[in-house]
């Protein structure tokens, strides 16, 4: 039971360059995350999906698309990087119940130069 | 919108102390709240969860509180020791359907 999967860890990319961060879950979660971390600022949402086929915004989605054709695969598409876009990024995941924890994975690091 | 506050930033305390992390929140409405903790370089690990039905939970040296009517939880570490150091985020959501919001964290210090 691998829980929450990212890859890549560590990635450098030029302004204007797009990639995919890649996160897959085997817990049979409902429901993923993608979260970018900046120090200082805390945890902000990106983009979110109650289920396959459904996905939704969060508080910062500029630059930034999700699809989510499989339960197990989240995927977080950056398009045309950019400086600002320099953040380490936590896909997570979780069932709906009360008692759903929400499990992390260990982060993809990205730097845009 | 809910609002999560973590205070103080920051916080040293000498081995064997026991402490208490404070977690605010603005909206009462809670489904439920998790206290993560977060290693430098490595994602959040999950230490406690309580419904909003519970008033408390405890694992080993932590002991979490809920207190939805003053909007605050607290998580109680006992004997405190130096590997106790990291940083601290509480989260809370509305619903089963909503994200988690977290609060910034505190990054607590273990000085042995």
């Known amino acids: 039971n691998a829980g929450v999967t990212q890859t890549p860890k560590f990635r450098i990319l030029k302004i204007g360059q797009s990639m995919t961060l890649q996160c897959t879950q085997d817990m049979n979660h409902n429901y993923m995350y993608w979260y970018r971390q900046d120090p200082g600022m805390g945890l902000k949402l990106i983009y979110y999906s109650v289920g396959a086929g459904i996905t939704d915004k969060g508080e910062v989605p500029n630059g930034y698309n999700v699809s989510r054709s499989t339960t197990e695969d989240f995927p977080l598409r950056l398009e045309l990087a950019a400086p600002s876009q320099t953040s380490v990024y936590f896909c997570?995941?979780?069932?709906?119940?009360?008692?759903?924890?929400?499990?992390f994975g260990e982060g993809s690091r990205l730097t845009v130069l | 919108k809910q609002e999560v506050t973590q205070i103080p930033a920051a916080l040293s305390v000498p081995e064997g102390e026991n402490l208490v992390l404070n977690c605010s929140f603005t909206d009462s409405a809670i489904y439920n709240l998790q206290w993560f903790r977060q290693d430098p370089g490595k994602g959040l690990t999950s230490l406690l969860l309580i419904q909003s039905s519970q008033r408390e939970q405890t694992s080993g040296r932590l002991n979490a509180s809920l207190d939805k009517s003053s909007g605050r939880s607290t998580l109680y570490i006992a004997a405190s020791q130096p590997g106790d150091s990291a940083t601290y985020l509480c989260?809370?959501?509305?619903?089963?359907?909503?994200?988690?919001?977290f609060g910034k964290g505190t990054r607590l210090s273990v000085i042995a």
């Open positions: 989260a809370s959501s509305n619903s089963g359907n909503t994200p988690l919001v």
């Open positions: 997570a995941s979780k069932t709906g119940l009360p008692t759903g924890e929400l499990f």
